[in-house]
């Protein structure tokens, strides 16, 4: 029995240790403060977040946020950033602190709230240093800031080239349209539809893009003698685009595209995309409407920490890239684009067109847009 007794010791010891090891990593730093900060979380009950407002990507994130923290509830308003920030800025202007999280694109984020100090530093809303490796992110995890500090204002998503608008090809065949070029032949004039340059969006950085590749002058002459019918309402343009009224939709999202042709509406329409419609364009890439800030003074700041690494975390990235079509800066996901030359590659260096210096430069184009008079 002694010998028995002798013989267990060995694999017993063996499981201590492994039970010991298993707990000393538990313990880091790092993960008793996430473990604290995640408890917090579930005592505030709930994270206020507002968002894209495109069905696809709202259902994507409530609901894979209510498999992952059932027990703290997510209150999110879908709205586009140029309609809910200037609500946000009444609100604090006024002492009242009712957001988390916000999701949304470069301009008007970081030019209307980071001038009031309503942004808090985006790296202390991250525990896991993981989240903040530059091994974890093409381009390091620095290139992801989207305002010129590198503080506040952090992009996640990312494609290669630029998408110029939509065709529809029930109406347009590629003989007719194949290229920058052919925007200008007379059998387009007054079926070209374009997102008002003059408001921030995707519209505007279409617009900019397209100018560093053709000239101010060809702009110019394009939205002056085409024909051209400008909208604030993508909602419009993308109804105009798929029942062929204005077949060429210039400067659009895609959201609300993409639920019509989840119900077999707009099959044949194809993005305006590649060296055909901006040339010599450089690798580059842009944020878009789901770049995230977390607020200073958020009233629910540890939901806010829980909800800011979630959306950084690989699980959840590669499930926004499969539903959005898009890209993950992180490096460990699968491109969800249907073109695979649309993802970043490692060690490449890439320009990005959507950060805070970007925007600055497409503000400038504006001004020279708003004196050719060619927006009412």
């Not at 079926?191 to 279409?206: E, V």
């Given at each position: 029995m002694r010998r028995a007794r002798l013989r267990l010791a060995g694999p017993l010891l063996a499981v201590a240790v492994v039970i010991w090891a298993a707990g000393t990593v538990a313990d880091e730093p790092w993960q008793a403060e996430w473990n604290k900060v995640l408890n917090a979380a579930r005592q505030e009950g709930s994270v206020v977040v507002s968002g894209p407002p495109g069905e696809i990507v709202q259902q994507l994130i409530t609901s894979s946020w209510a498999k992952a923290y059932p027990d703290i509830g997510l209150q999110y308003t879908g709205a586009r950033g140029t309609q809910i920030l200037s609500k946000v800025v009444r609100e604090r202007q006024s002492g009242l602190y009712n957001w988390d999280i916000v999701l949304a694109s470069t301009d008007p984020t970081v030019f209307m709230l980071i001038p009031i100090h309503a942004l808090a530093p985006f790296r202390d809303a991250l525990i896991d240093p993981a989240l903040k490796s530059d091994k974890t992110w093409i381009g390091g995890f620095a290139a992801g800031f989207m305002d010129d500090g590198q503080q506040y204002f952090y992009s996640t998503m990312?494609?290669?080239?630029?998408?110029?608008?939509?065709?529809?090809?029930?109406?347009?065949?590629?003989?007719?349209?194949?290229?920058?070029?052919?925007?200008?032949?007379?059998?387009?004039?007054?079926?070209?539809?374009?997102?008002?340059?003059?408001?921030?969006?995707?519209?505007?950085?279409?617009?900019?893009?397209?100018?560093?590749?053709?000239?101010?002058?060809?702009?110019?002459?394009?939205?002056?003698?085409?024909?051209?019918?400008?909208?604030?309402?993508?909602?419009?343009?993308?109804?105009?685009?798929?029942?062929?009224?204005?077949?060429?939709?210039?400067?659009?999202?895609?959201?609300?595209?993409?639920?019509?042709?989840?119900?077999?509406?707009?099959?044949?329409?194809?993005?305006?995309?590649?060296?055909?419609?901006?040339?010599?364009?450089?690798?580059?890439?842009?944020?878009?409407?789901?770049?995230?800030?977390?607020?200073?003074?958020?009233?629910?700041?540890?939901?806010?920490?829980?909800?800011?690494?979630?959306?950084?975390?690989?699980?959840?990235?590669?499930?926004?890239?499969?539903?959005?079509?898009?890209?993950?800066?992180?490096?460990?996901?699968?491109?969800?684009?249907?073109?695979?030359?649309?993802?970043?590659?490692?060690?490449?260096?890439?320009?990005?067109?959507?950060?805070?210096?970007?925007?600055?430069?497409?503000?400038?184009?504006?001004?020279?847009?708003?004196?050719?008079?060619?927006?009412?």
């Amino acid at each position: 029995m002694r010998r028995a007794r002798l013989r267990l010791a060995g694999p017993l010891l063996a499981v201590a240790v492994v039970i010991w090891a298993a707990g000393t990593v538990a313990d880091e730093p790092w993960q008793a403060e996430w473990n604290k900060v995640l408890n917090a979380a579930r005592q505030e009950g709930s994270v206020v977040v507002s968002g894209p407002p495109g069905e696809i990507v709202q259902q994507l994130i409530t609901s894979s946020w209510a498999k992952a923290y059932p027990d703290i509830g997510l209150q999110y308003t879908g709205a586009r950033g140029t309609q809910i920030l200037s609500k946000v800025v009444r609100e604090r202007q006024s002492g009242l602190y009712n957001w988390d999280i916000v999701l949304a694109s470069t301009d008007p984020t970081v030019f209307m709230l980071i001038p009031i100090h309503a942004l808090a530093p985006f790296r202390d809303a991250l525990i896991d240093p993981a989240l903040k490796s530059d091994k974890t992110w093409i381009g390091g995890f620095a290139a992801g800031f989207m305002d010129d500090g590198q503080q506040y204002f952090y992009s996640t998503m990312a494609k290669v080239g630029s998408t110029m608008g939509y065709v529809n090809r029930d109406c347009v065949p590629t003989s007719t349209l194949s290229k920058v070029e052919d925007l200008k032949k007379p059998e387009l004039v007054g079926k070209i539809a374009w997102y008002d340059p003059l408001q921030p969006g995707t519209g505007s950085r279409s617009t900019w893009v397209l100018s560093t590749r053709m000239g101010e002058a060809w702009l110019e002459d394009m939205l002056k003698n085409h024909g051209i019918t400008f909208a604030r309402d993508y909602r419009q343009l993308t109804e105009w685009l798929v029942d062929c009224s204005k077949p060429i939709a210039i400067g659009i999202t895609n959201d609300v595209l993409s639920e019509m042709q989840q119900h077999g509406i707009g099959a044949h329409v194809e993005a305006l995309t590649g060296p055909a419609y901006f040339h010599d364009l450089p690798a580059g890439w842009g944020g878009a409407n789901e770049d995230i800030g977390w607020y200073e003074k958020a009233p629910h700041p540890n939901a806010a920490k829980v909800f800011a690494s979630w959306y950084l975390s690989r699980d959840f990235q590669q499930q926004y890239a499969k539903a959005d079509q898009n890209n993950s800066r992180r490096a460990d996901t699968i491109s969800g684009d249907p073109d695979p030359a649309d993802a970043l590659r490692p060690g490449v260096a890439y320009e990005c067109w959507g950060n805070e210096a970007a925007v600055r430069q497409l503000k400038a184009l504006q001004q020279k847009i708003k004196s050719w008079g060619v927006v009412k």
